[in-house]
């Protein structure tokens, strides 16, 4: 479908005024078929800024809806862009109760059938869920982008209990976001007074967050996964390998008892025709089809395509640069799947075997800096290539056990799960895990990974400190994977305590010990070949209004000082400058993130964020510049942050944060 039905209009800024009084901003595409019959609507509601934010990817969306014969209404978030009021956090109950107000306020348009749908890519995703969960009775189809069902597991603050370096990153960007002010084309005069309320009452979202280390009712607060039944709407759920939310889709498509279906490409942390790890689908074309189904009852057999169609990607590069990937799409028409077997290896020295070791045990003490070439923990968040680099020098920091060459292609799809006998010299400790294929020329490519909190080993919800020189039975489940590693190719399974600067260290200096009788690793195998099918290309996307002033630029540099021991990581991400022929706007942004870690002392790291973003048009120009620094000793972490706002070169809000938080078994 070509989705050139229809002409539509476009509302640049509509006010939807909610029971307290707060108005959120909203941009609408109107159908011409509007004129003469109600039609359904497709909302998106995130706090990143409808104009100066995601308009260049909206005007590449909400068209091509329109056209399809569907409103498009892209709101945004309270305390946002142009919106009224404050915002205090992620997916609050006041964001969640504003969302169903919107859907009511849409479903009673003139122009609104009574029936809504959501679509989002990763904010979006994540509330278009918990927004579904609480059952608003005009929602009655989602589209979830790169989001997820269980806010501790997989969202970008803790992986497997360790606190991810993502934290303190992300909640710098989010707090370089907010703190940007209304347009005041929009919003008229009263423009300075929003900004100034905005910026008194900015969150500290990095504290906020790393005051709860474990699972506790703050993260299973719109965590889907408390009660799949609650979702009644049907629910496309849509990812990519690379992304750090992958495993939700089949945690979703086994626990949803609504109309649930998956795709997971080899794409990052992108909508799937904007990815620019390749190849594409026709994304925008599997929305109105999911639309079409669920929102105008049309019989077109969306519900009876396979309930999980991924990409298993074949030997991809070791290398951190996005481009195309070669592979093959497979459907699962039930999830789990009974094409996929438990195979299970061996740990033997320096090997996965076939057969159980009788005997042996083996010893990890990694150097602090393991973990360099993990990329970044959400790849596509901001520039190119932030995808793990070629594995070899972590793997020559871990200890590895590797398969013999393979005779014939072996594919995987779902979670590989591995079991330790293991035991700590200290009570604080953690593991990093990483499954790799190793080609005949060395090149390691990462395929999954997932590190472990130690004293997280059985619970997220109650951690226990490790018995020093005890044994424990522990397992870790490593991350979602569709691969194929190739005949000729080797499986490598690589071990460490430490990967910097994905997640921060221990407080310790630790080693482990693992006996080889009782550790074995099992494998998601696909058992064949069967299943393959076809996914219509990506097309080219439109031209947009926006003019690229300054293109965006990259820069990754590491040093390692051999004297010192300091191992310093700088990632410079420059997001250019950005004109909207529209309105006149011109954005920019720039980034930069710093990991600093002494050899041999865990209580030297040290993580620096800055971001400045800049608006202006004609003489009106503001700027916002923000830093955030994370440090630590044994007992607590220590948090310090600066917000600067500019109005022309002129100073007019500053504010400084500083928090001490303590550690819990972390």
């Known amino acids: 479908m070509d989705a050139a039905n229809y002409g539509f209009q476009i509302e640049e800024n509509a006010w939807i005024r909610l029971r307290d009084g707060c108005r959120l901003a909203a941009r609408i595409w109107l159908p011409d078929e509007c004129h003469s019959e109600a039609v359904p609507a497709i909302l998106e509601y995130l706090p990143y800024r409808k104009r100066g934010g995601t308009d260049p990817r909206d005007d590449i969306t909400y068209p091509y809806f329109a056209r399809a014969g569907y409103a498009g209404v892209r709101v945004d978030i309270r305390g946002n862009g142009e919106s009224d009021g404050v915002m205090t956090g992620e997916y609050t109950e006041q964001e969640l109760s504003d969302g169903q107000e919107v859907i009511a306020w849409i479903a009673d348009q003139p122009w609104c059938n009574g029936n809504v749908g959501m679509i989002g890519h990763s904010w979006g995703g994540f509330n278009g869920l918990q927004i579904a969960a609480l059952r608003p009775p005009a929602l009655k189809a989602v589209v979830t982008s790169c989001s997820t069902d269980d806010r501790y597991a997989d969202d970008i603050h803790f992986m497997g209990g360790c606190l991810n370096n993502d934290n303190t990153t992300w909640s710098q960007q989010m707090l370089a976001y907010s703190s940007r002010p209304p347009d005041p084309q929009l919003v008229g005069d009263g423009w300075r007074d929003v900004w100034l309320q905005r910026l008194e009452n900015m969150p500290f979202l990095a504290s906020d967050w790393l005051k709860h280390q474990r699972r506790d009712d703050y993260w299973k607060h719109a965590s889907v996964c408390e009660d799949y039944e609650a979702i009644t709407a049907a629910v496309l759920a849509v990812g990519g390998w690379y992304d750090c939310y992958s495993n939700a889709?089949?945690?979703?498509?086994?626990?949803?008892?609504?109309?649930?279906?998956?795709?997971?490409?080899?794409w990052e942390h992108r909508y799937p025709h904007m990815a620019k790890v390749t190849p594409g689908i026709d994304f925008l074309e599997e929305c109105v089809r999911w639309w079409d189904r669920w929102l105008k009852g049309v019989r077109n057999g969306a519900e009876d395509v396979p309930k999980l169609r991924a990409f298993l990607t074949r030997a991809a590069p070791a290398s951190a640069k996005n481009g195309p990937r070669q592979g093959v799409w497979v459907g699962e028409a039930h999830w789990p799947s009974s094409s996929i077997e438990t195979r299970t290896l061996y740990l033997a020295p320096r090997e996965l075997a076939n057969e159980p070791a009788e005997k042996g045990e083996i010893k990890i003490s990694s150097l602090l800096d393991t973990g360099l070439a993990c990329g970044n923990f959400c790849p596509g968040m901001r520039i190119d290539d932030e995808l793990p680099g070629d594995q070899r020098d972590d793997d020559a920091k871990s200890v590895v056990f590797d398969t013999s060459p393979l005779e014939e292609d072996l594919a995987i799809l779902g979670a590989a799960e591995l079991e330790l006998e293991l035991s700590c010299d200290k009570r604080v400790a953690m593991i990093a895990a990483r499954l790799c294929d190793v080609a005949p020329d060395g090149a390691s490519t990462r395929v999954s990974h997932n590190p472990l909190n130690l004293t997280h080993r059985?619970?997220?919800?109650?951690?226990?400190?490790?018995?020093?020189?005890?044994?424990?039975?522990?397992?870790?489940?490593?991350?979602d994977a569709g691969y194929i590693f190739q005949r000729g190719h080797k499986i490598r399974l690589a071990l460490s305590n430490a990967y910097w600067p994905m997640v921060w260290p221990s407080p310790y200096l630790s080693a482990l010990t693992i006996k080889l009788v009782g550790s074995q690793l099992h494998l998601p195998v696909r058992r064949d070949a069967v299943?393959?099918?076809?996914?219509?290309?990506?097309?080219?996307?439109?031209?947009t209004t926006h003019d690229i002033l300054?293109?965006?630029?990259?820069?990754?540099?590491?040093?390692?000082?051999?004297?010192?021991?300091q191992t310093v990581l700088e990632i410079i991400d420059d997001l250019g400058l950005v004109h909207d022929a529209g309105c006149g706007l011109e954005t920019e942004s720039r980034a930069r993130h710093t990991y600093r870690i002494q050899l041999g002392d865990p209580l030297s790291a040290r993580t620096e964020a800055e971001w400045t973003f800049g608006l202006r048009r004609d003489d009106w120009t503001v700027r916002t510049e923000t830093s955030t620094v994370m440090t630590c000793d044994a007992q607590n972490f220590?948090?310090?942050?600066?917000?600067?706002?500019?109005?022309?070169?002129?100073?007019?809000?500053?504010?400084?944060?500083?928090?001490?938080?303590?550690?819990?078994?972390?």
């Open 550 to 565: 300054r293109a965006p630029s990259n820069q990754r540099t590491c040093r390692s000082d051999a004297a010192t021991g």
């Open 531 to 543: 299943g393959e099918i076809t996914m219509p290309a990506a097309s080219p996307l439109p031209p």
């Open 458 to 479: 059985y619970s997220h919800e109650n951690p226990e400190p490790m018995v020093p020189g005890k044994f424990f039975r522990i397992r870790i489940k490593l991350c």
């Open 638 to 666: 220590h948090l310090a942050a600066q917000l600067q706002a500019f109005e022309g070169s002129e100073l007019i809000f500053e504010r400084q944060w500083s928090e001490i938080i303590a550690r819990d078994l972390a």
């Open 249 to 266: 889709i089949p945690r979703l498509l086994a626990g949803l008892k609504c109309p649930a279906k998956g795709i997971i490409g080899p």
